[in-house]
């Protein structure tokens, strides 16, 4: 899977894609991960992505050019191409090497939430060699107005080949962006964060560790919360008695069907206690259907 990130921030990747079970996957080449700032395709004298409203008003919106150029440079004729402000690699995203300018939007956006300038922590343009990807990309859109992400969201999304993800600032979007650039928008909650970074390197995490290879044996996405709609069961490691707190009997008592069958209670009955609403839409036997209702 190759997965693009469109952000005005690209360094805030760098331990994100770099560590852990994502560093991991990009090291064995399961998936390819770049960030890209698309202030290097503002294309005006200022390198301004930003604009005020039409028809007045506080904030200012992203304006559509830089993002459909950066899009389209990515896709490429032939949907290939590498973005000029493509970044991989922790190296590469890292802090602004040469201590460049940072020059802000000029509106929200000035001073603390400012882009990197030409020149800044993106200016290293990087080929990369790419796969042939059979299905059309995903341009999936950061924002709080977005479908609710959920684990059936990863799923779907983790048997795409190809994600490219829109992080927004400042107040809004240009509609255009949303009406003929993207294919799925996206809100991880509903409150508002002050850009779309943090939701997509959320999303990027879920869709990752899905891939097949990426978990290693010790861990089950199969057995996770939500994964058959219901909220995993309580876990326990030894030792069997913590200040007098003991670990379940049934834990220790080396009988599979007995644990099994503990377990899958303890996740109805989690459920039922802090998520009573997934039990409509989970999968359960009309049996654990009564016994639930009782
Ligand atoms: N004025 C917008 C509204 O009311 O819908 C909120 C803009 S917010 C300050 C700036 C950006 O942060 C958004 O364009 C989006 O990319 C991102 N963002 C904020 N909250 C988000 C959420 N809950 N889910 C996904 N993206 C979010």
Redesign the pocket.
Known sequence: MRIDVLTLFPEMFAGVFGASILGKAREKGIVELTAVNFREYANNKHNTVDDYPYGGGG?MV?KPEPVFSAVEDLLGPGGEKTGAGALQGPEQLGIDPQGGDLEGGNG?GSGSEGGNALGGATAVPTEIARPQTAKPPRVI??????EP?TQRKAEELAAEDRLIF????????DERIREHLVTDE???????????????MVIIDSVVRLLPGVLGNESSAAADSFSNGLLEYPHYTRPAVFRGWEVPEVLISGHHVRIDSWRREQSLLRTLSRRPELLETAEMTEKEREWIAQ
């Open positions: 904030g992203l929200e859109l950061m924002c709080p107005q977005g992400f829109i992080c927004g600032h400042y107040e809004g979007y996206l809100s991880i909650g509903d409150y508002v964060l002050t850009g779309g970074e943090l939701p997509a």
